[in-house]
């Protein structure tokens, strides 16, 4: 989510931070050290996320920029040993390497059709995801990200392309689209077409203190779980940035990149809720779209090297 929108607040789930949300954290980070808690990460680094997102761009690059299946693989091998599961964003531009590789793998997939305001970019990333996956690369289909959000389409276009899309691929494959968890309540025409609900949940976007944050996100959860009633629910993106600039009580830092982690994967594995975080390397490109915080989301910095093996605070 790169942007922040003043009617956001009017769908935004109210919260107040106060002692009360702490007990609900899962680690008492008072208590330990920043060894220990490295110790923590690396633990839960290697019984393997349920699902990352993939970061397709190095130093000097951009959306718009053709990616070469090289370094497609080359940043796939680093995350495989730690994921079952990647997302990825589009299905032009180099994109479309990114689930084929992860079968290579052995890693399962969740691919997105980018839809905006270019209709033909959005017949070629239509066209990309139902190639993937009657070829047997996609084993979730997401028809556009945040379209709603940005206002880029209107819910009868989005329902046409997602449509479309279900006609189109086997229909043994689940069909979504990814936005904020609040628009699954707001827009229950695209929530009723959906064969599961792929929600963005991002308690540093709405200014969420970091020792309330897991309380805020599970929050989101559950009113998207209410919204898609009974459907599935998977949460496609949440992370939290290592630096740059605060966003009303929401700080990053490194510190608090990692005790999101921890706390997310922790939820994540006791409570079998499938999430993929955000990100799996840190993306220069997205200091233009964010502020400075775009670009530090990554469990790798821009370099591919791990942030937070033996890391100091």
């Given at each position: 989510?790169?942007?922040?929108?003043?009617?956001?607040?009017?769908?935004?789930?109210?919260?107040?931070?106060?002692?009360?949300?702490?007990?609900?954290?899962?680690?008492?980070?008072?208590?330990?050290?920043?060894?220990?808690?490295?110790?923590?990460?690396?633990?839960?680094?290697?019984?393997?996320?349920?699902?990352?997102?993939?970061?397709m761009y190095q130093d000097g690059q951009k959306p718009g920029d053709m990616?070469?299946?090289?370094?497609?693989?080359?940043?796939?091998?680093?995350?495989?040993?730690?994921?079952?599961?990647?997302?990825?964003?589009?299905?032009?531009?180099?994109?479309?390497?990114?689930?084929?590789?992860?079968?290579?793998?052995?890693?399962?997939?969740?691919?997105?059709?980018?839809?905006?305001?270019?209709?033909?970019?959005?017949?070629?990333?239509?066209?990309?995801l139902i190639k993937l996956s009657n070829e047997g690369f996609v084993d979730?289909?997401?028809?556009?990200?945040?379209?709603?959000?940005r206002k880029d389409l209107t819910e009868d276009e989005l329902l046409k392309?997602?449509?479309?899309?279900?006609?189109?691929?086997?229909?043994?494959?689940?069909?979504?689209?990814?936005?904020?968890?609040?628009?699954?309540?707001?827009?229950?025409?695209?929530?009723?077409?959906?064969?599961?609900?792929?929600?963005?949940?991002?308690?540093?976007?709405?200014?969420?203190?970091?020792?309330?944050?897991?309380?805020?996100?599970?929050?989101?959860?559950?009113?998207?779980?209410?919204?898609?009633?009974?459907?599935?629910?998977?949460?496609?993106?949440?992370?939290?940035?290592?630096?740059?600039?605060?966003?009303?009580?929401?700080?990053?830092?490194?510190?608090?990149?990692?005790?999101?982690?921890?706390?997310?994967?922790?939820?994540?594995?006791?409570?079998?809720?499938?999430?993929?975080?955000?990100?799996?390397?840190?993306?220069?490109?997205?200091?233009?779209?964010?502020?400075?915080?775009?670009?530090?989301?990554?469990?790798?910095?821009?370099?591919?090297?791990?942030?937070?093996?033996?890391?100091?605070?």
């Amino acid at each position: 989510m790169s942007f922040r929108r003043k009617e956001d607040s009017l769908y935004q789930i109210k919260f107040d931070n106060n002692n009360e949300f702490k007990n609900f954290n899962k680690i008492d980070f008072t208590a330990k050290t920043p060894e220990e808690l490295n110790v923590l990460f690396s633990d839960l680094l290697n019984t393997e996320m349920h699902g990352i997102c993939f970061s397709m761009y190095q130093d000097g690059q951009k959306p718009g920029d053709m990616i070469s299946d090289e370094q497609v693989r080359r940043r796939m091998e680093i995350i495989a040993p730690y994921t079952k599961w990647v997302r990825s964003f589009s299905c032009t531009e180099g994109n479309e390497f990114i689930p084929i590789i992860a079968k290579e793998f052995g890693i399962k997939t969740l691919v997105g059709a980018w839809l905006g305001d270019d209709p033909e970019v959005n017949k070629n990333e239509i066209e990309g995801l139902i190639k993937l996956s009657n070829e047997g690369f996609v084993d979730i289909a997401a028809v556009g990200n945040e379209v709603m959000y940005r206002k880029d389409l209107t819910e009868d276009e989005l329902l046409k392309f997602i449509d479309r899309v279900k006609k189109a691929i086997p229909d043994t494959i689940p069909v979504g689209y990814v936005d904020a968890y609040y628009e699954f309540t707001i827009k229950p025409r695209i929530t009723e077409a959906c064969d599961v609900i792929l929600t963005n949940c991002y308690p540093f976007w709405e200014g969420c203190n970091l020792d309330y944050s897991l309380a805020h996100m599970k929050s989101m959860y559950h009113q998207a779980l209410q919204a898609g009633n009974g459907k599935k629910v998977i949460i496609t993106e949440t992370g939290w940035p290592s630096q740059g600039e605060s966003f009303k009580d929401s700080h990053p830092s490194k510190q608090g990149a990692l005790q999101y982690f921890v706390n997310t994967q922790l939820w994540s594995k006791e409570e079998n809720i499938d999430v993929f975080y955000f990100s799996s390397f840190d993306e220069s490109w997205k200091v233009g779209a964010e502020g400075e915080v775009g670009a530090y989301w990554g469990i790798w910095d821009k370099n591919e090297k791990l942030k937070y093996n033996n890391e100091q605070f």
